[in-house]
């Protein structure tokens, strides 16, 4: 508010208050509690023909070690300069070529990564090895020690999500790098899919990562059959079509404490009723054509495209083929604080 705005008196004494810090709370009620969110968040998309040559161009330019992570930000138009794909979370595509190795490291924030393409690509957490596939879904828990290489060929890309700006908000962040580049090996590959990923647990489970879950790699042939099979048995969601999240097995909640993630399917034709929800989303194409409908735009993704997905605003989404999409979000967070909040509207 400018100064003109208040009558004479009153702006004398708020005159007097701003020298010792002080404000009037009268003056900012409405704007601090709002009557419901008004997320800032643009609808925005990444097509994937778009992004990936720059990427390769990326590639050329620098190494994966030069960069310690060679990655094009999804930086929302709303949020310039912030390094932010919506209005609590980073995210970003990552590219490794053969033989290269994104350097060991660790930081507060915590990272989901869902891989794109790979053939060779591997990411170490915490001394276990896990290979990437298209599809797969890895975390890196918060506090863990992780590096990237690829043994293989052609370009591995991935698309990141990290908490990072949850993090900045608390002013929690701390990060360190580990003298080489490759951590040690301590752990066979699949040991926390063996230990905790069965539908069998240790009879006293913890959880090695703490509040994340203790399986890092959720492959995409498991999670995909998973959702395909539901299809057999039951019908769709009419507001979210057949949706299955990525489960913490140790208290069926979210995998990560910050990011919430999930895999959809929906079948060619179908059409999702009006929903909207407080969490902040982003969304990639993993198979198939989609259109989405926000607040009257409508935006058609394809295979690997991203798009950015506003909170507490309406949407639908129509699949003119089969379509698979990984989505994740901030819910997770929301949940805890007890701030998450869903509106349905009528299905037509
Ligand atoms: C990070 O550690 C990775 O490990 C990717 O691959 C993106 C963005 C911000 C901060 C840390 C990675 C990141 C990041």
Redesign the pocket.
Known sequence: MTTAEFPKDRQAFYDKLTPGSLAPLWERLKGLVPPEPRNKTRPFVWPYTEVRPLLLEAGDLLTAEEAE?R?LVFENPAFEGT?RINSTL?A?M?LILPGET?PA?K?A?G?L?FVLESNGGYTTVDGERSEMHRGDVVI?PGGTF?D?GHDGEGPVIWV?A?D?PMVNFFECGFSEELPDAQQEITKKNGHSTAEFGSGMLPLDPVSPFGANSPVFAYPYARSRNALFALKESVSPDPYLGYALRYANPLDGGWVMPMIAAWLTYLPEGFSTAPYRATDNQAMVVSEGHVSIEINGETFDLGPNDVIALPGWTWRTMRASEDAVMFFFSDRSAQEKLGLWKEERGNVG
Do not use: K
């Open positions: 992570r990655v390094s980073y970003g990552q994104a490291h930081h924030a990272a990564r890196t992780h990237h990141d990290l990072v």
